[in-house]
Structures are given as C-alpha cells and as structure tokens.
C-alpha cells in the first residue's frame, strides 16, 4: 500500500525477485512511478479496506508492506491485513518513534522512518559506536561497532569476551563480514561488532579503548 518513492521501489524490487506484486494507492497518477515495465497489478483505494485488499489479491498474499505517507493509513492497513486475512508477514512504515515502538511490542514489525534516518546520520557525524546498528524492541539490547585498540591484535575472540563480558558476535575483516568464533584471532583492521545492554556500552568502549588489562 502506497506508491509513492518507497513503495514504487519495493515494487519494482520485489519483481525483479520474481514475485507477483500488486500496488494500492489512492492517487491513480502515482502508478506513473512504476514505470512502463511493470507488470504488476494497481489497484487504486485506501489499503486498508478490505474490498480493495480482496481486489489485490490479500487473500493470495505472502506479504503486505503499508508505506503510504499516513501512520494512522499504515498501522490500521497492517493490523487489518494481519487479523482478518491472516497474513503474518506485515510491516507498516511509521514516521512517529514513539508509535513504531509500541506496534513492535503489539506484534507488528515496523520501519521507524524518521528513527532509521536520525541514526543512519549520527552514525557517521559522530565517532564509530556511538550509535548503535541495531536495537531490540526496548531498546535494552544493542549491536555496536567497537573499534579496537591494536594491542588487542593477536588476541582471541574468546579472550575479549571475557574481558568484556559480552558476545562479539560478527567481525569486519577487510571489507567483508565474517562471524566470529571463540576461536577467531583479532588481527589488525578488524572492526568488532559487540551485542550490549545499554547501561554497559560506556564501559566496553572504554575496554577496547585500551590495550587490554594486565591479569
């Protein structure tokens, strides 16, 4: 639901997947995004009446995405889609936060707009872990990018674990991802991407500040 920047791109994207994709949007003029290649289905009303859901197929449907411009459009589509034809696989874009954080705890998955684009800024205005790449839903539990202090080089991933008292689950290593085992050894360039609980993130970024404590 919606066909505007996002929904036009997701559109087309989960075409080129190979999947059958159907488009609602109250504006007929914003099919025009979809370009002449489109082979899609466009069904012009409001996406969360359920006579246009039926029109596009939601009884047939995987997935629904509701990106319209409108939270209260998106959140009431969702929850629509997902109690009366039971599809599971929903997600609504949300521009409040505050919003979006209670619809995760209701069971529906949300994309924080507004959220998404603060944090994707202050990643790269301030230094490296300040913010974190992901939250849970309470935002108790997050995954930071840690740069190391090169006197951990050589150590253990099972080493730094200990020290810090967190998993380190992934390492950037030379451009590409890796997951890290207990066994993997810290080499030089490696950026490490730690899971935290929030009241602890100062003092593990402390940690790797450092060279690693004397035993």
Known sequence: MGCGRVGSS??????????????IDVDVDAF??????????????????????VEAG???????????????SNILAARVVRETFGVSNVVARIYD???????????????????WAADQVLRRLLPEGSEPLWRDVSGQVQLIEVHVHRDWV?????EMQRAARTPIPVL????QGQVASPKTIFQDGDLAY???????ISEVETLFAGPPPRE
Do not use: C, Q, W
């Open 10 to 23: 997701l559109a087309r994207g989960l075409e080129r997947r190979g999947h059958t994709v159907a488009v």
């Open 32 to 53: 025009r995004r979809l370009g002449p290649g489109f082979d899609g289905a466009t069904v012009k009303g409001v996406g969360f009446d359920r006579g246009v859901l």
């Open 194 to 200: 730690m899971a935290v609980e929030k009241g602890r």
């Open 154 to 158: 050589g150590r253990s991933i099972a």
């Open 58 to 72: 939601i009884e047939r449907a995987g997935g629904f995405a509701a990106v319209s411009s409108g939270d209260n």
């Open 97 to 115: 936060p505050g919003r979006a954080e209670v619809y995760e705890r209701l069971g529906i998955p949300t994309v924080a707009t507004v959220r």
């Open 172 to 175: 950037l290593r030379l451009g």
